[in-house]
């Protein structure tokens, strides 16, 4: 059973739509949850970082973590063509050096 | 953009050959990880260093080995290629701190194909 485990999709959704995007992970130990944005032949960048559980808004952005059901979330709003990508989210144990675990990435793409 | 450069873009190699990947991280950043992202894929952890030393190694062979330089820029080396080392690698940087919102930032990766 892979750590972190994420619907490889593929995704479509019309322009304006909310979109969710899901990972379940199995080591309690994660503390710290990041949603990375990856577009077609480019490195992954970094979206939204999140601290134990709760909700975090950035603009059209709101991540979720319920660390209780190990069960992290992206939503976008108004979802626009440029936000389609792959959507990778990643974790880790402790604060600083430590390494990143990933999904696999959800292939998204939003219909104009 | 993030401020990681890293060369080539693409690379084709046969089986049995060596290969270096280079990474040039943010000035500032101590400490750069290197990772393997086979297609449709997450980044899988390769190593990581840390002012020159590494500092944390992932599920890879010995042959992976790399190196960081004073500079702010390292590489990764890959021996006795296999087909299965066919992926994109990438380094990320960061500041290396103790800081809670220390975040790894990503270059745009080499493409390395094994034939």
């Known amino acids: 059973q892979k750590e972190v485990e994420q619907d490889p999709g593929p995704l479509s959704v019309p322009e304006g739509a909310i979109v969710s995007l899901n990972c379940t992970y199995s080591n309690s130990a994660f503390q710290y949850f990041m949603w990375y944005r990856q577009y077609s032949r480019k490195g992954p960048e970094l979206l939204m970082y999140t601290y134990s559980s709760g909700n975090k808004e950035d603009g059209r952005f709101t991540a979720q973590v319920d660390k209780s059901s190990k069960y992290i979330s992206l939503f976008i709003r108004d979802s626009q063509p440029s936000d389609s990508a792959t959507y990778l989210c990643?974790?880790?144990?402790?604060?600083?050096?430590?390494?990143?675990?990933f999904g696999t990435g959800t292939r998204l793409t939003i219909i104009p | 953009e993030t401020g990681v450069t890293q060369s080539p873009t693409h690379l084709i190699k046969t089986r049995g050959q060596q290969v270096t990947l280079r990474c040039s991280s943010q000035s500032g950043h101590n400490t750069v990880s290197w990772y393997q992202q086979a297609l449709g894929q997450g980044p899988q952890f390769i190593f990581q260093y840390y002012r020159e030393e590494e500092n944390g190694r992932g599920n890879f062979p010995p042959r992976f080995s790399g190196l960081q330089f004073p500079n702010y820029s390292s590489e990764l080396n890959v021996n006795a290629l296999e087909l299965d080392d066919s992926a994109l690698y990438l380094c990320?940087?960061?500041?290396?701190?103790?800081?809670?919102?220390?975040?790894?930032?990503f270059g745009p990766g080499t493409r390395l194909t094994v034939l």
């Open positions: 990320a940087s960061s500041q290396g701190t103790s800081g809670s919102t220390d975040t790894q930032y």
């Open positions: 990643a974790m880790r144990v402790n604060f600083g050096n430590e390494k990143l675990t």
